[in-house]
């Protein structure tokens, strides 16, 4: 089968390698020169909301997927009329908007920080009074790595803090002092079949994600999970791989966000488990019943930011991945990632310990899970 991918960044690399095995040929959309997919498969170098190329691609697949959230959802739904998109587009429409992605976390129950919509500085001050102080203020669009986010701590900060995030329609919410942070990745076919990996532990710093550990052995917080992704993508109706980025406060989750696609937190799913989200993507979209989620021990992953240090390149350990993205250093820009797998959790975190140390150089405790 030919799969049509919008996006040929990273994750469209790790798709489109993934579809080999399968017998799957992944074509690719994007308007960057040397973009990382151009390893897995052919790319048709337009921009993306150029819709004779969208069509094109569409000719040329019998399913169209993509791996990035910026893709209109209008042009997603007309090609929807000659050629299978999956995840729906009315999906990626939920995920794009804050507010519509908080207000469905609300109708199927899944709870989530307290939250108000801000339009203007009154409204941000009248947040301040309801909410409390400190509170994260989001652009409601267009935001992702922890762009287009900002902490607000006190009343001082208000009108700078609307001067530099407005006039885009905004959201504060509370700030969750959580205990740490999990994403829940599942996978759903056309038929409704669903299957879960186990819970990912994640730690950010400064909005970007650092490190993933799987799995989280907590069955009251999976079970929990599991139910509101679950919940989550038949409401969606939906199709392919789904991340749900919560966070834990003592035996509770609150949902932050959802991304309708492969996600950061799963790449340690390539070597950790029996198959990995990038396959069980294109199983689904392909009509197929998801693979087995299961561990194949302790897996984490290590993304390295800024540049792919040379420690990184002269690893020789047989539990022990590099995957370098082809992409030129940028500070801030995720090039790379290590994936380790070991027989037990200790064994794993000795080992990113080390990693953290001797490869990115970052200290254990930056983003290290508590
Ligand atoms: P987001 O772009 O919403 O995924 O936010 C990026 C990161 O910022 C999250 O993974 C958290 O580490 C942090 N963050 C976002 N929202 C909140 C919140 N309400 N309280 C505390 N930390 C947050």
Redesign the pocket.
Known sequence: MRIGIIGAGQLGLMLGTAGKPLGLRCRFLDPAAEPPAAAAGTVMRHAFDDDEALRALARESDVITYEFENVSVAALAALSDSVPVYPPPGALEQAQDRLLEKRLFERLGIPL?KYRTVDSQADLEKAVESLGLPL?V?TRRF????KG?LLLRTDDGIAATWRSLGPHPLIA????A?DY?VSAIGVRSPEGLTASYPLTHNA?AG?ILRRSRAPVIEPGLDALAGEYLTGLMEALDYVGVLAL?L?VVGERLLA??FAPRVHNSGHWTIEGAETSQFANHLLAVTGQPPGNTACRGHAGMLNLIGCIPAAARDLHHEDCWLHDYGKAPRAGRKLGHITVVRDSAAERDRMMDELAETVTQSTPADGHPP
Request: net charge negative; hydrophobic share 20%; aromatic share 20%.
């Open positions: 920080p994260i989001k935001g992702y790595d922890g986010q919410e509370q700030y969750v959580f942070e950010h909005g980025e966070f932050n966000e």
